[in-house]
């Protein structure tokens, strides 16, 4: 009985997770759809220039329906505070902190996947931050955050082309969800391909050389330089001082 339950249970959870999923993207269509028909109300496509237009209005509506889909997963995350904090858990959408972590990620993932290819600019940011995620001023993310809600990175950073930084870590073995935050100080370098992983602290002036592996609950002291798998101090930053 009590093993039915539980099966009963991990479907309902199923369940909630595919609705809450399947209403949040519907909306993000929706306003791309109501595009689409007055476009159909005003061009008849009677002529063959008008189809000409077609991939300029596809262009458009693809741009519609990817700010509605940032803007009402975000909103939903934010308003119903669809966040998760560090710790270790149980794997199982039973446990709180883990169905909050699979469903940030099924609202997530695909607005991620999209920001790979058409960055947004500012706009971008300011779904970052509507997710949770810190950002300080003058701040450019190029890369992949995979746990915005975790990650906080200060004033004049860079984060080159497919960096990725990690929140979260599954052991499918033992059935566990690890959470961590990540910390980044003011004006820390990151290279293009550098992996920074759960629990990791930045400090200032650090620069992360390309393709470099920073490991779990590292800590990388002001103004290192950092390079290989795993990430090692090759040198330090020399602040030089001009007397007048």
């Known amino acids: 009985m009590k093993e039915k339950n539980e099966r009963f249970g991990k479907k309902f959870d199923k369940i909630k997770i595919s609705i809450i999923v399947f209403i949040v993207f519907s909306l993000g269509f929706l306003p791309a759809v109501i595009f689409g028909y007055y476009v159909l109300l005003i061009i008849p496509f009677s002529e063959l220039w008008h189809f000409f237009l077609l991939p300029f209005l596809f262009y458009i509506g693809f741009l519609i329906t990817l700010f509605y889909q940032m803007f009402f997963s975000g909103l939903i995350i934010h308003i119903f505070n669809i966040k998760y904090e560090s710790g270790i858990y149980e794997y199982n959408l039973g446990n709180k902190m883990a169905f909050r972590w699979v469903v940030y990620c099924a609202l997530y993932t695909p607005i991620r996947k999209m920001l790979e290819i058409f960055t947004m600019g500012e706009m971008k940011y300011r779904y970052y931050r509507l997710l949770g995620m810190k950002i300080g001023k003058n701040t450019l993310v190029g ?3 995979m746990d915005p809600c975790l ?3 200060g004033d004049n950073c860079t984060m080159g082309l497919y960096a990725v ?3 979260h870590i599954h052991d499918y ?3 566990t969800l690890t959470l961590n935050r990540i910390i980044i100080g003011n004006n820390v370098v990151i290279g ?3 992996i920074i992983m759960p629990g990791t602290v930045i400090e200032d002036d650090v620069k992360i050389a390309a393709g470099a592996v920073i490991t779990k ?3 990388l002291n002001k103004g290192g330089v950092y390079a290989g798998v795993p990430a090692k101090e090759i040198k330090r930053k020399t602040i030089s001082i001009i007397k007048k």
């Open 192 to 194: 293009a391909g550098a």
């Open 143 to 145: 890369g992949t955050i």
């Open 165 to 167: 930084i990690y929140g």
């Open 217 to 219: 609950g590292q800590r």
């Open 151 to 153: 990650t906080e990175i």
């Open 173 to 175: 073995g033992k059935l």
